[in-house]
């Protein structure tokens, strides 16, 4: 994080912010389930792993520039902003649900043992420039513009096994890779 301000003179300033965040982390969640008909007798029972490795970074940059004029009440400003944020993720879901006859006999079983990818990157960069011009004591006009850019991608995977411990056949109806840009 810092913080920069820089003064020319009595009647120009310009501010300098940053900011960085680095993020690492690893999730574990279980979650066991046990569905029943209204008798007790069961009808599916399930058991969930989910395993995420994260990673991220955050960058955000920004400049404020002021001025002031020898006229009373005339200023001119411009702000510019940078955001950019990237995520990597990876890790496995593992899913194993056994589904029970009327009888409460096993009858089948459905088995997901997938390995996720996941990446994300965004940027936004953000300007406003405002101009203000004293017409009278009391009344002012002021002259305003903004631009905003965003441009981000989000690519996610799941891959089932070819061989034991082999993730590379992907999934192609659990997988997805967008683009945005925008102006």
Known sequence: DGLYNIKFD??????????ATFKNGQTRSNYDYLSQRGAGSMISTNTRDVINNTNGKIFD???????????????????LTENVNQADAHGFLKY????????????????????????TNSAVLTTNATY??????????IV????????????????????????????????????????
């Open 96 to 119: 194993n649900q056994n589904f029970f006859n009327d009888a409460g006999v096993s009858d089948s079983t459905a088995l997901t043992d997938q390995f996720k990818t996941s990446k």
């Open 132 to 141: 203000t011009e004293p017409l009278a004591k009391d009344f002012s006009l």
């Open 10 to 19: 009595t009647t120009q300033n310009l501010t300098l912010t940053f900011d």
């Open 61 to 79: 940059v920004s400049a404020f520039y002021t001025k002031k004029f020898k006229k009373k009440g005339r200023t001119f400003s411009l702000s």
């Open 144 to 183: 305003n513009y903004a631009f905003k850019t965003s441009h981000g991608t989000s690519d996610q995977r799941s891959f089932n096994q070819s061989v034991p411990g082999d993730y590379n056949v992907q999934v192609d109806s659990l997988s997805n890779d967008y683009r945005l840009n925008e102006i």
